[in-house]
């Protein structure tokens, strides 16, 4: 939480604290009434929904990741039953390398994924189809294949969710305004903080930096795959990795 002492931070709130000052200063001190809590709860409820929507696509997409992994491990307890001793080291390295190509691919600063980084997919996913309809040659009956088909296309339908979940975050539009609207109603209560004189300064100073802090956490999240402390890790691809190695 070192992140909340930036500077940044105090800047708005400060702001916030001096025109509740200068208000309890000059006397000009009303209470707004329910108009004025209708009009920030409502604000304040709108921006709820954005920062409940970043989360959630964060969730989102530890689903699919486990879709993945699921997938990935039962594809190679079938390569280990049916594979040749020959053919299985093959396979069993293209499903070590597909975690690494996805974390490149969803690492990228970028929010939109590079043509040629898809096409590294498309070919990892090539390179599994080949595998899998080569599976019918060592004894697999149509019937599990038919299966392990249904495996290889929800792991395309998990990756295509992830990057999607990576270029498409909560609308930029709605999060700024929501983000102005919130620091101005707060400043334009500073007549109902002086209300409460002195105390009414603090006030003004913390609410306005728990919403300057909130907004600023919502941009870190809408980004899952980030280097951010809350953000998906991929130290799991070494242990998967070792799991692969039976």
């Not at 002195?198 to 913390?206: E, S």
């Not at 909130?214 to 953000?231: C, H, N, W, Y």
Request: proline share 4%; glycine share 4%.
């Amino acid at each position: 939480m070192n992140f909340i002492f930036h500077p940044k931070f105090f800047f708005i709130p400060a702001i916030s604290a001096l025109a509740t000052w200068a208000c309890y200063a000059h006397n000009i001190i009303f209470e707004m009434g329910v108009a004025g809590n209708v009009a920030f709860g409502g604000i304040f409820f709108t921006f709820a929904i954005t920062i409940g929507t970043a989360n959630r696509r964060r969730f989102e997409a530890f689903d699919e990741i486990a879709e993945l992994k699921s997938n990935i491990l039962s594809l190679s307890d079938v390569y280990i039953r049916v594979l040749p001793e020959d053919k299985l080291p093959i396979a069993m390295d293209d499903l070590r390398t597909f975690f690494p190509v996805i974390h490149s691919v969803l690492n990228q600063k970028k929010f939109s994924v590079e043509t040629t980084t898809l096409k590294h997919i498309d070919r990892a996913f090539k390179s599994q189809l080949k595998t899998i309809l080569n599976l019918r040659n060592h004894g697999l009956k149509d019937p599990e294949l038919a299966c392990i088909m249904q495996w290889h296309q929800r792991m395309r339908f998990s990756m295509e969710r992830l990057i999607s979940i990576k270029e498409h975050n909560t609308p930029l539009t709605l999060r700024r305004f929501v983000y102005y609207a919130l620091l101005v109603t707060v400043i334009i209560m500073s007549p109902e903080f002086a209300h409460l004189k002195w105390l009414g300064i603090v006030t003004a100073f913390l609410i306005t930096f728990m919403v300057v802090v909130l907004v600023s956490i919502q941009e870190m999240i809408e980004d899952p795959f980030g280097k951010a402390t809350d953000d998906i890790r991929f130290e799991f691809i070494g242990r998967i990795q070792e799991r692969l190695m039976r």
